[in-house]
């Protein structure tokens, strides 16, 4: 019974905006990896939509039992089965990808993971293929809205190594990594996309 997956209402909302996002950015074949998959509600509503993309969706080994039942009975061919990835636990074991992507995921993780994830992408992205990151963040030390800012103080209060994490802060590390940030664009209720590129 589709009721009684795992749901994010938020997923349900945003996916519509995302796809749109990724369907100007990923226009030819291609195999996508997800990290940090949840619910596997982006997954199933991109791949089902963007069929000339192979989707390689993953979460951590905490999580990942949540995405399973979904996309088995979405069965669509363009989409793997749902694989093991920690960031933090390195070298990754995953088949070679061309872009990827993950929702989300930068404010839950600690800042140490998220270097993680970033360096594992730029490790195996080809020159040319794209990271892609939807979520909050903030711009220059300042939050974009109070929401945000509430929602800050809300993941801080649940664990410290959470928060929302700043454009600039992200950016470098990407640039160190040889991945350029070539779009940058506002989303409904206060989140960004962001659309990092290899260059070297
Ligand atoms: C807030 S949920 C977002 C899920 C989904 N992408 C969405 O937008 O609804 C954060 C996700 O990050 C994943 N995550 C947290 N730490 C991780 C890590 N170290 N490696 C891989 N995934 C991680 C969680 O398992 C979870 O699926």
């Known amino acids: ?22 369907g100007q950015v990923l226009t030819e074949p291609a195999t996508v990896l997800e990290i940090g998959t949840g619910t596997g509600q982006h997954a199933e509503y991109i791949a089902s939509r963007l069929p000339h993309l192979h989707w390689l969706p ?4 905490d999580n990942l039992w949540m995405c399973r039942q979904r996309l088995e009975q979405a069965d669509l061919a363009n989409i793997d089965d749902p694989r093991l990835l920690d960031v933090g ?42 990271f892609c990151l939807y979520g909050p963040f903030n711009y220059h ?3 974009t809205s109070d929401s945000n800012r509430d929602f ?3 993941l801080r209060a649940r664990a410290g190594h959470m928060g929302l994490r700043d454009i600039d802060q992200v950016t470098a590390l990407a640039s160190e990594l ?11 209720a206060n989140n960004r ?7 070297r």
């Open 141 to 143: 030390g300042t939050f």
């Open 152 to 154: 800050d103080r809300y």
């Open 193 to 199: 996309f962001l659309v990092f590129e290899k260059i």
């Open 89 to 130: 636990n390195r070298p990754w074991q995953l088949p070679p990808f061309d872009h990827a992507f993950t929702a989300n995921t930068s404010h839950i993780m600690a800042w140490e993971e998220v270097c993680r994830m970033f360096e594992g992408v730029a490790e195996r992205l080809p020159v040319g293929g794209t």
């Open 1 to 22: 019974m589709a009721d009684s997956l795992p749901f994010s209402q938020a997923c349900e909302n945003n996916r519509q905006p995302i796809l749109e996002q990724l």
């Open 58 to 61: 993953t979460d951590h080994p």
């Open 178 to 188: 040889g991945l350029a940030l070539k779009h940058d664009a506002g989303m409904p």
